[in-house]
């Protein structure tokens, strides 16, 4: 018979308790992952709420990923509702007014306030739109008025295409992208904006009704680009609900007489 020596005795004792061990760990890990992803998001008390995602969180892939839609959506856009929840709590007068209604009119809010508006309420805004803009096995050529306007305006759906990503590349830092139905003579333009501003803010340079818009911050596409920026905004167009780009188009006022 094999004479064991103290230390392969410790060795074989280890490995075997490390191989019953495995299973458990198994389980415990994929219930810890299990309670993240059915984890009610954190969105504070008050009058606003985080919109469920209209679509699983894995129903963009391969274009996005699941894990990024789901902190995207559970996290980074809870956070905003709660934080404007938490405004709300603390200033009356944001009683009673919708998320959009208090951005496009933030002078009139109280200046200790005006800031947290601005982010947290941009930031819901935006969110809230942007989850709308995108489906299932969406994408392919715009359909419906949108495609004609982008014709009209922008020499045809490539070219416009081409302008909106480039203009996605350039935002430096965090920041959207957007096609806008401007104030003034009513056509379609692409502009940018830092942070979480929108284009209905009054103080926008070059806003506009948004009809289209792209989350460029970094935790709209990290995990699966990383720095490639360029990248997502090519393949976010497989993602693209024309549908709704349509009905976006028509409430900006557009009419094609």
């Not at 200046?111 to 299932?136: D, K, Q």
């Not at 759906?157 to 003034?184: I, M, P, Y």
């Not at 379609?188 to 904006?193: F, N, S």
């Not at 911050?217 to 995990?223: D, G, K, R, S, T």
Request: hydrophobic share 40%; no cysteine; aromatic share 10%.
């Amino acid at each position: 018979m094999e004479k064991l020596d103290s230390q392969t005795t410790s060795r074989r004792t280890f490995l075997t308790a490390a191989l019953a061990a495995a299973p458990l760990a198994l389980i415990g890990a994929r219930g810890a992952a299990a309670a993240v992803a059915t984890q009610a998001p954190d969105t504070g008390k008050g009058p606003f709420t985080l919109p469920p995602l209209p679509y699983r969180f894995d129903a963009l892939e391969p274009h996005i990923d699941a894990r990024t839609m789901q902190i995207h959506h559970d996290k980074h856009h809870a956070t905003y509702v709660k934080n404007l929840n938490d405004a709300a709590a603390k200033t009356p007068e944001l009683a009673g007014k919708s998320a959009e209604g208090l951005i496009r009119n933030l002078s009139s809010l109280p200046e200790a306030v005006r800031t947290t508006v601005r982010n947290n309420g941009g930031g819901h805004v935006n969110h809230t739109l942007f989850w709308s803009l995108m489906r299932p096995r969406g994408g392919g050529p715009p359909t419906g008025q949108i495609a004609a306007v982008l014709n009209r305006d922008f020499g045809g759906f490539d070219a416009f295409k081409t302008a909106f990503n480039e203009a996605g590349v350039k935002r430096f830092g965090s920041g959207w992208v957007w096609l806008v139905r401007q104030n003034e003579g009513g056509k379609l333009a692409i502009v940018t904006t830092p942070n979480q501003d929108n284009p209905l803010m009054p103080d926008v340079t070059g806003g506009g009704y948004p009809i289209l818009g792209n989350d460029v911050w970094e935790h709209a596409y990290y995990l699966k680009y990383q720095n490639r920026r360029a990248d997502y905004l090519k393949a976010w167009w497989n993602t693209i609900n024309w549908n709704m780009v349509n009905q976006r188009l028509a409430a900006s006022g557009y009419t094609s007489s």
